[in-house]
């Protein structure tokens, strides 16, 4: 199993018992006065018959608090997801911290800072060193959206599926657009491994027909679900935090009752996307404070619940370049989220807001988890860790703890060593050329890419299987039209036939 | 007494009070007031609004805010020109919204606002939006301008397909096409034939003036 | 008086009770038992007079409990500290978190990235920076720099205190070497101002003579004493972060000892200076996550003694303005705000006590800023939860930016920074692809062109000043301790038609 890493000492707590039953309670008056629009007929059916308030006109679906309390109870508090490789099963929830990426839609230029899409090999790359890296505990949808070259569209994260697949052993999960969650979900089976459907809002409180049918394909397959939320404060949420907190909630609140109604006792993680929205520019405020505030506050209410929580926000920042702003708008987010108690953090290779990621960056990253993860195990306080004996055998100076055995022994367990930070005097510094910490990921990512294999690869029979339905996708969505003639031309190049 | 209501509507968009400005119109209408020196008071409003948050002297809900303010005067001074048979003096009618399959909004309002404070007329149909719901709406509007966002690569051809569908129905040279949204470049917007594209809303206002020529 | 942030709902805690009371107990033991050794006849005397078991041949001192806990009892667990200006006076203890700049030896060249000595006028400049920084609440001692050029290492600490009277109205401190403390607290007399002077201790359990007398001197002067311990461990304390705290915290209570018995009341702020050992090199990890762990128990136990707590002292192990310093000094300084530290040191630091630079000053005021307002929390009331307006706007395709609820919550819930990079990609490649730090330079140049220090000083506290420097440098010198060819220097220096400020 993936070993993540264990919080041993209760959670940092922002909001008083009665604030956190306050927004409880706005949640479910939310969630029974104002309800929620939902765009899936099937769905509509099976709220009406557990006891909804259904508008099949208007779509506007009206929850009974009770029901929503009673479904929020089914759902575990911790459970496991199988990998293809027993090594990367995931235990989520309780005090267990698992991190995994953020994606980007394109690669970056480490020079010039520009976006540009990766190519097939730099997606493949990308894949390659988040399997490496063993704090990166699954993988995200996408890392890239697609790579150029001439993927039609619709294919994209299709064909990004099988490359996760191929070169990672590690569980990702199957968004929901279009239906190519019926595809991937498939693929992934017949890797022999799970993988998270994937459900997502639509703020305000809203649900849109693929996301709805995730919930159904998460029943049908008995798949764990991690639910997204992603409103921005004072545009499709309210401005103030508790406000933005009570919305959010109620907008996960439909997928959760009916993923419980469907299957009593599902596998379901809620995520938190929700960003403060810049009022210059309109963009959401990646890497501000607002999105802590929210993020501590989501994962205290939460924790009542009992069900895992997800904090995505953490890992895209406003930043465009690998620089100071980046770090402190990496490490303040996910180590709020981390001491407030999220299961997992969203962390790794984003730079600027949804927009670029790059393996160095992932590589980074993993300095900044272990550290957090170094803080989450806390300090142990036995009669050897104490060491009075030690302290008064050492007295006064000129005495020095040095050579003790007790240092040679307890230094390793006490301290994090990060990979790729510059440790250097500067003396040592200057002599070995000046090397800052993203020169030491390059020569990582280098060792990694020239050492890593995935373990174990897929079997022939796997992989037969994979382009099996890989070819089914391109027949589907070319019938559908989704794939024009002059995609299909280009597209035919990629895949060799 | 003229003056103190040209004055409170400006003073109304400026302070964001739908309900004031809502008010006022309807009492500039009753006092018999030039509707077009009425909308000449409140475009003057928005633009030192919009001028204010080009400067950063104002944010995002601010600007939005003041020009809700002004929708809300909006029909009754419109109803008040149609009725006097006065010739308004717009830019020009803008008909905009987010492609089919596509619910991101945030960019297009900012850029619907801008351009109402610049003096546009503009028909925000909104998110999600059909080929034939812009058709529809060009026609009903007799749009100028036609303004589409996209945010997905996804659905960016969406926006061809709309203006393919324009071509069809022969209406493509009786409109201006500019494209936008954060999955559309300079290039795309060659490509699919459309006349202006800008990555930005205070570029979309330019470029939505040089497009009419004003 | 200067708010600084409150902290606004219970601090980070990682020990349970039991735990904590382990390490008390072990801490008294080690004073009762091991003792500390203080080179000063005349704080041996005193401790014997009260009942300390003091040994003459090795200079040990071994405390009885109960005059331990009666010390500690006497300890303010808040006070008032008087700036220059009284706008910046502060309180000190409880929930109250202030952040104060953190110096350097030298500066450093932007480019190279490689150590440099700052110029006097470079001095004088950096000081305005920070007196301009909304959340610079303290400039203490050395900042922002340890001299400048053509400047006797003597002087160093006397001309460095004067300047930042100068230049700035905030509250500041002054430490020791040589007996200089004696100008040091003149000055700060002579503008009305009060001063933080430290003792530290020598780990393990060792004070020696200078740091002795400065305690004497600083709290005979009424003023505010930092006591404090910056053990290595795997060095100069036990290689386990709790070892480590029980032999720092029984160096920083014999302090304590000292001061309440010199003085009953006197003012104190305890600080951790504590890092791991870089196991390599033999330097202190800067910028390591023990030091976070390390400073979150302190808090704990030192919140239970009531006794106001400094920390947090973020030097990155990254040599250059980079990702590496970005998030070593943040965690750092987000744990010790969690986590109760009152006075947090940040601003301005880079490279391990090597490096200062005003415009990383810039960049770190922002980061505060997000600290300050997380400490903030979030309000819970009808308003806030907007639930009528939640109701009101309803789903797609309703939203909430043109709405007054949102036009006055955004500003009271959003912290905007001042030089962070917040443009889209499209409006980033028009500006200029300008990243925080080119911003930060602009916003520098900004600063020097129009702050302005309020109020400057008198004409007669600027006469007095200059009185005690001049009393300084020739009492140095007549003492031999400022050599010929450093004379030289330093009087051409003090020629130059714009001294002070160049
Ligand atoms: C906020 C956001 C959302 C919100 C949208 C809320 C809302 N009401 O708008 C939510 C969470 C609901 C959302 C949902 C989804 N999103 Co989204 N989302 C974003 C995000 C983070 C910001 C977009 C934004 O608002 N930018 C700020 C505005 C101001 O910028 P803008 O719209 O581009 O507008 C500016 C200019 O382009 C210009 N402009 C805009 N329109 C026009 C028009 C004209 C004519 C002109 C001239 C100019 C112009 O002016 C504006 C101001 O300068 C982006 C990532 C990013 N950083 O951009 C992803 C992003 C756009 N989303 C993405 C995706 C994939 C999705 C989902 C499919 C996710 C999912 N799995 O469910 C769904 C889509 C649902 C759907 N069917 O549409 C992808 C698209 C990837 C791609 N290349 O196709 C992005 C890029 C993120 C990513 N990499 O994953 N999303």
Not at chain 1, 413 to 437: H, I, M, N
Request: aromatic residues 8%.
């Amino acid at each position: 199993m993936a070993k993540g890493f264990m919080r041993r000492f209760p959670p940092l707590k922002i909001l008083t018992d009665e604030q956190v039953e306050a927004i409880h309670r706005g949640t479910l008056d939310v969630l029974q006065e104002t309800g929620v629009l939902v765009y899936n007929e099937k769905a509509l059916s099976v709220f009406k018959k557990a006891g909804c308030d259904v508008d099949f006109e208007t779509k506007r679906v009206k929850f009974p608090p009770g029901l929503v309390e009673e479904c929020l109870r089914k759902c575990p508090s911790s459970f496991r997801v199988k990998a293809r490789n027993p090594k990367d099963d995931l235990l989520i929830g309780q005090d267990n911290v698992l991190f995994f990426n953020f994606p980007g839609t394109d690669t970056v230029d480490l020079d010039t800072w520009e976006p540009r899409p990766p190519t097939k090999k730099e997606h493949i790359d990308l894949i390659r060193v988040l399997d490496a890296l063993p704090n990166v505990h699954f993988l995200n949808a996408y890392p890239y959206f697609g790579f150029s070259g001439g993927i039609p569209e619709v294919m994209k994260e299709i064909e990004g599926v099988a490359l996760r697949i191929r070169n990672s052993t590690k569980v990702t999960i199957a968004i929901a657009n279009n239906d190519i969650d019926m595809f991937t979900i498939r693929m992934a089976r017949a890797a022999g491994s799970e993988i998270f459907a994937n459900p997502n809002t639509s703020s305000p409180l809203t649900c849109y027909t693929d996301q709805v049918n995730a919930c159904f394909l998460a029943a049908e397959y008995d798949l764990p679900s991690m639910i997204w939320d992603g409103a921005t404060s004072g545009g499709t949420a309210p401005a103030s935090l508790a406000g933005a907190v009570v919305l959010s909630n109620a907008e996960l609140m439909p997928y959760i009752v009916l993923l419980q109604l469907l299957k009593p006792g599902a596998r379901v993680a809620v995520a938190n996307l929700v960003l403060p929205q810049n009022m210059t520019n309109g963009a959401p405020a990646f890497g501000e404070i607002g999105v802590s505030l929210h993020n501590v506050a989501f994962n205290q209410v939460w924790r009542e619940y009992g069900v895992p929580t997800v904090s995505s926000s953490c890992g895209p920042t406003s930043s465009k370049r690998i620089d100071f702003q980046l770090g402190y708008q990496k490490m303040m987010p996910t180590l709020l989220s981390a001491l407030s108690g999220s299961s997992i953090l969203q962390l790794y290779s984003s730079i600027y807001g949804e927009i670029t990621a790059h393996p160095i960056q992932a590589i980074l990253d993993d300095d900044i988890a272990g550290m957090i993860g170094r803080f989450l195990e806390g300090l142990e306080v036995s009669d050897e860790s104490l060491a009075i004996d030690l302290i008064n055998e050492v007295g006064p100076i000129p005495g020095h703890y040095l050579g003790k055995k007790h240092t040679r022994k307890w230094w390793k367990k006490e301290q994090f060593v990060p990979k790729a930070a510059d440790r250097l005097t500067y003396p040592e510094w200057v002599k070995t050329g000046k090397k800052s910490c993203i020169d030491y990921a390059k020569e990582r990512m280098e060792e990694i890419l020239s050492t890593h294999k995935v373990d174990p690869p897929l079997t022939r029979s796997q992989e037969e299987e994979i382009e099996r339905i890989l070819k089914e996708a391109r027949e589907y969505y070319r019938k559908k039209g989704m794939i024009t003639d002059v995609e299909w031309e280009s597209y035919k190049k990629i895949i060799g036939g | 007494m003229n003056n103190e209501i040209l004055e409170g509507l400006r003073k109304a968009i400026k302070e964001y009070d739908n309900e004031k400005a809502e008010n006022l119109a309807k009492r500039a209408v009753e006092e018999k007031l030039d509707p077009l020196r009425v909308l000449d008071a409140m475009t003057v409003a928005i633009r030192e609004v919009g001028d204010a948050f080009g400067r950063g002297d104002l944010w995002l809900p601010d600007l939005v805010g003041a020009a809700d303010a002004m929708q809300a005067a909006m029909p009754i001074i419109e109803e008040e020109i149609k009725r006097t048979g006065a010739k308004r003096e717009s830019l020009g009618t803008v008909v905009a919204g987010t492609v089919f399959g596509d619910i991101h909004s945030i960019g297009k309002t900012m850029v619907c606002t801008l351009l109402t404070a610049e003096g546009f007329k503009v028909h925000d149909l909104g998110v999600n939006i059909k080929a034939e719901e812009f058709l529809q709406a060009i026609r009903n509007y007799n749009a100028d301008i036609l303004a589409m966002s996209a945010l997905m690569t996804m659905t960016a051809p969406e926006q061809k397909k709309v203006i393919e569908q324009l071509k069809k129905e022969g209406l493509r040279d009786k409109i201006k096409i500019m494209v936008g949204g954060g999955a559309i470049t300079e290039e795309f917007a060659k490509e699919i034939g459309a006349d202006g594209y800008d990555p930005t809303a205070p570029g979309a206002v330019k470029l939505a003036r040089k497009l009419i020529g004003r | 008086m200067l708010k600084g942030f409150t902290r606004n709902f219970k601090p980070l805690e990682i020990l349970s009770e039991e735990e904590i009371e382990a390490i008390h107990r072990g801490t008294l033991s080690v004073l009762r038992k091991t003792g500390v050794r203080f080179e000063s006849k005349k704080a041996l005397k005193l401790f014997e007079k009260n009942g300390c078991q003091v040994d003459y041949t090795d200079n040990r001192v071994r405390f009885p409990e109960g005059l331990v806990e009666e010390c500690l009892q006497k300890c303010p667990s808040s006070f008032r500290v008087k700036a220059r200006n009284p706008k910046n006076d502060m309180i000190w203890g409880g929930d109250t978190v202030y952040f104060q700049a953190l110096s350097g030896t030298g500066s450093v060249d932007l480019d190279t990235w490689e150590p440099k000595t700052p110029t006097r006028k470079e001095y004088y400049d950096a000081i305005t920076c920070l007196d301009a920084l909304p959340n610079v609440h303290i400039i203490p001692w050395y900042t922002p720099w340890f001299g400048f050029k053509n400047i006797p290492p003597v002087m160093a600490m006397p001309e460095g205190l004067a300047a930042r009277l100068r230049n700035s109205s905030k509250f500041t401190c002054s430490n020791y070497s040589m007996g200089c403390e004696v100008f040091n607290i003149q000055m700060a007399k002579a503008v009305g101002a009060e001063i933080r002077s430290s003792m530290a201790a020598s780990p393990p359990l060792t004070f020696y003579e200078d740091a002795v007398e400065n305690a004497f001197r600083t709290v005979e002067a009424g003023f505010i004493l930092l006591i404090t311990s910056g053990s290595v461990y795997g060095g100069t304390s036990p290689a386990t972060i709790v070892g480590s705290l029980i032999s720092g915290n029984a160096e920083i209570i014999a302090g304590i000892v000292l001061a309440q018995l010199i003085k009953p009341g006197t003012r104190i702020i305890v600080q951790d200076f504590s890092f791991p050992q870089n196991m390599r090199s033999g330097s202190p990890a800067f910028g390591a996550i023990e030091i976070s762990l390390h400073q979150v128990a302190f808090n704990q136990i030192w919140r239970r003694y009531r006794v106001p707590i400094d920390g947090g002292v973020s030097y990155p192990g990254s040599k250059k303005i980079d990702y590496q310093a970005g998030y070593e000094k943040a965690i750092t300084a987000l744990i010790g705000a969690l986590s109760g530290t009152n006075t947090i040191w940040i601003q301005g630091a880079m490279y391990g006590e090597l490096a200062f630079h005003p415009v990383l000053a810039i960049i770190d005021d922002d980061m505060v800023g997000m600290i300050g307002r997380f400490l903030r929390g979030i309000l819970v009331n009808d308003e806030t939860m907007a639930l009528d307006l939640i109701d009101e706007v309803g789903p797609i395709p309703g939203y909430y930016l043109n709405k007054e609820h949102t036009r006055k919550w955004w500003k009271l819930e959003q912290f905007i920074p001042k030089v962070a990079d917040r443009l889209t990609y499209p409006e980033w490649l028009k500006e200029g692809k300008k990243d925080c730090l080119s911003l930060a330079k602009e916003k520098y140049q900004e600063i020097l062109s129009t702050h302005k220090v309020d109020p400057p000083l008198t004409r007669s506290q600027e006469e007095e000043i200059e009185r005690i420097l001049k009393e300084a440098r020739e009492y140095y010198r007549k003492k031999g301790m400022i050599t010929d060819v450093e004379w030289k220097a330093y009087m051409k220096d003090l020629e130059s038609p714009n001294y002070p400020y160049a």
